[in-house]
């Protein structure tokens, strides 16, 4: 069953379901500043926006509320076995409950499978145009694992994905560890996009059809 659980502290509340049991629409919460936002739903989807909402999303937004189209989608991958899934909900699901806790000014996401526990925590400071992903990842096997952590945005830098696709110019600047992404169609609001980690980025690539064939599901 799914369990929306509103916690006892009025401060937060807690979303459990599974690939059988979810929401019949998806349930969106924003986290924003006064220049800088990100939607993020109960399945981790959702989208972000620099300045305006509707004039510069930085990444892509679907208005289909039943089937919650991320752009923002991160995947592991086990190096010595070849298994991939991700942390969204409802990309790549696996058997087991997802968890995700909505509080102010965050969102937390839960999930245990493959002897992994994976923990994501997002967030926008008060102050600074960034979202902030923190990945927790807990081995529970007596074994050394090695992952792979990919991801994956659907970049638009401006108001329509159909306008700008084919029109963003995507570098990897290796010294200072950033890809930066560059709407080369107008001005406008979008300026640049940046993506970084605190782990090396060791490739990248801005060929979608050949991103998803790599990654889907056999």
Do not use: C
């Amino acid at each position: 069953m799914v369990l929306v659980d509103f916690q006892t502290s009025g401060k937060e509340y807690i979303i459990k379901q599974n690939k059988n049991k979810t929401l019949p629409k998806a349930w969106s919460n924003v986290l924003a500043n006064e220049k800088f936002g990100t939607i993020i739903t109960n399945n981790m989807g959702g989208f972000t926006y620099s300045k305006n909402s509707r004039l510069n999303r930085l990444t892509a937004w679907a208005n289909t509320p039943n089937n919650d189209i991320p752009s923002e989608i991160i995947y592991l991958k086990d190096l010595e076995n070849k298994k991939a899934w991700t942390l969204n909900a409802n990309v790549m699901p696996d058997d087991e409950d997802y968890y995700m806790t909505f509080g102010f000014g965050y969102a937390k996401g839960y999930h245990a499978s493959l002897g992994i526990i994976q923990e994501t925590e997002s967030f926008v400071p008060k102050d600074d145009k960034v979202k902030i992903n923190v990945i927790r990842l807990k081995n529970t096997t007596d074994k050394k694992r090695k992952l792979k952590l990919i991801y994956y945005v659907k970049p638009v830098l401006g108001e329509d994905e159909i306008k700008t696709n084919g029109y963003i110019d995507l570098k990897l600047d290796e010294e200072k560890n950033v890809i930066i992404a560059k709407n080369i169609y107008q001005d406008g609001l979008a300026g640049n996009l940046y993506i970084s980690s605190n782990q090396k980025i060791i490739s990248y690539t801005g060929n979608n059809l050949s991103f998803v064939r790599k990654r889907k599901p056999k």
